[in-house]
């Protein structure tokens, strides 16, 4: 990656798109880590939190 782009580049870069791509696939990349955050659930029981005891 270039710290400080060239025209050339950059005509290059718009030219082809790659901006648009770039900010699709990070896009993707950041819906897919939230839905991985939110798919776990509990995996333990209501005993273990307290439940359990009071339902008696």
């Known amino acids: 990656m270039t710290r ?3 025209y050339k580049q950059l005509k290059s ?3 082809s798109n790659q901006d648009i791509i770039y ?3 990070k896009n ?3 819906k897919a880590l ?3 955050s939110n798919a776990h659930g509990y995996v333990r029981g ?4 307290g439940g ?3 339902d008696r």
């Open 52 to 54: 359990g005891r009071y």
């Open 4 to 6: 400080v782009p060239r």
């Open 13 to 15: 870069i718009l030219a």
């Open 34 to 36: 939230e839905s991985k």
């Open 46 to 49: 209501a005993e273990y939190y």
């Open 23 to 25: 900010l699709e696939k």
């Open 28 to 30: 993707a990349h950041l």
